[in-house]
């Protein structure tokens, strides 16, 4: 995947350029998918059932109230990106029409491309760079740039790309703290400041061809938010019978993440972009009996209650863990699960400082009534100290 990057950075840098153009043909872009704006990719490899399963530095933004349960401090560093399976071909079709013929021709075959992917979606996460440190009860992290791209082709004035592009920049605090005297209990805030670009618009397939400055920031929307998520994890007393014990969740979660939901302020007179939303996650994790190295487990997520696209198959998560670990320094895990009714999977290593993640998922990006499933791949790497 990494040495495909440079080609889509092209893409994406093409259709965020045209996606700027303010035209008689453009209108408000199609969206029925539910955007996270951060995604751990241990959590993806299980579905991203992760609210009551998180543990590590992703706890600032699943589920504040897990950094009450740390007991050492974190340092992390890491790059990711992620792709769909079909969004590098459409780099190389693109480049292919523009690279000879009269625009007449370009535009012709420009449009027989678009016709011939009707229906399908194209995802791009470009590599995300961030940092966290995290202590018992508290984490900070910077994340410096996160872009999403999530772009469909439908009939409407003419074939038409829908583009919906978001470029973040995040910085959040989080406090977590036992409120039961046996710690079973704990609450967890994160307070956070988005600044977002973002960029929502269909465009004509011809508009694809020929353009060479064609800016206009009138499209692009930028805003800053400030605001908070509030966590709570709670671990039931389990009965003393083994078998009962595995019918019992050993976590169950709770979180309201953007509990003010004030939207974005506009920045540089520009539109302020679509408000994130109030939204609910509730999650369980259920520990299985342990095998030598193995500490397996089964998890289960109900996520983005009340958010605009959000359906009971959108919202499900379904997921098996299986971490292990041979020393403090070398350990890891596999994961697999159902993400949005999807198959998703993965693993993870930690070796000394360096970490490797991989994590493929489907996510339902059509309607009610015409489900689709989009495809990623997401590679990660880190240092952890």
């Known amino acids: 995947m990494i040495k495909n990057i440079p080609r889509l950075l092209r893409l994406v840098g093409t259709i965020a350029l045209i996606s700027t153009i303010q035209k008689a043909v453009a209108s408000s872009s199609l969206d029925f998918s539910i955007q996270q704006p951060y995604i751990s990719s241990q959590a993806m490899t299980i579905g991203n059932a992760y609210s009551a399963v998180v543990r590590d530095y992703s706890a600032i933004f699943y589920n504040p109230a897990a950094l009450a349960r740390r007991e050492d401090g974190n340092l992390h560093f890491w790059t990711r990106g992620a792709v ?88 959040a605090f989080a406090y977590a703290n036992n ?96 408000p994130l939303g109030r939204r609910f996650d509730f999650g369980s994790k259920w520990n299985l009996p342990g095998l030598s190295v193995f500490k397996p487990y089964l998890s289960c997520d109900i996520r983005d209650i009340s958010h605009k ?11 098996f863990g299986l971490p292990w670990e041979m020393a403090s320094w070398w350990k890891g895990y596999w994961g697999v699960g159902l993400n949005q009714g999807y198959l998703s ?21 059509g309607t009610t009534g015409a489900p689709k499933e989009s495809r990623r791949y997401m590679l990660e790497l880190s240092i952890d100290i």
């Open 345 to 365: 999977g993965g693993v993870g290593a930690l070796l000394g400082w360096f970490q490797i993640d991989f994590a493929t998922w489907g996510e339902e990006v």
């Open 179 to 274: 409120i039961s005297e046996d710690h079973s209990l704990s609450a967890g805030i994160t307070l956070k400041a988005i600044h977002r670009f973002f960029i929502g618009e269909a465009i004509s397939a011809a508009d694809l061809v020929g353009e060479t400055n064609p800016f206009n920031q009138k499209v692009i929307k930028e805003g800053l938010t400030v605001d908070a998520d509030i966590g709570f994890l709670y671990n039931p007393k389990q009965p003393e019978d083994s078998i009962l014990s595995v019918l019992s969740p050993s976590s169950l979660a709770f979180v309201v993440r953007n509990v003010g939901d004030y939207g974005f302020i506009e920045l540089a007179d520009k539109d302020a972009p679509p």
């Open 309 to 319: 696209n959000w359906t009971l198959k959108k919202g499900l998560h379904l997921g």
């Open 84 to 171: 769909d399976s079909g969004i590098l071909d459409l780099v190389d079709d693109i480049k292919n029409i523009n690279s000879d013929g009269t625009k007449s021709e370009q535009i012709d075959r420009m449009i027989n491309l678009a016709e011939s992917k009707y229906g399908e979606h194209f995802f791009a996460r470009l590599p995300t760079l961030g940092g966290s440190w995290v202590r018992p009860k508290w984490g900070v992290t910077f994340i410096l740039a996160d872009f999403s791209m999530d772009s469909s082709l439908h009939q409407q004035l003419g074939p038409m790309f829908n583009v919906n592009a978001n470029l973040d920049t995040t910085v």
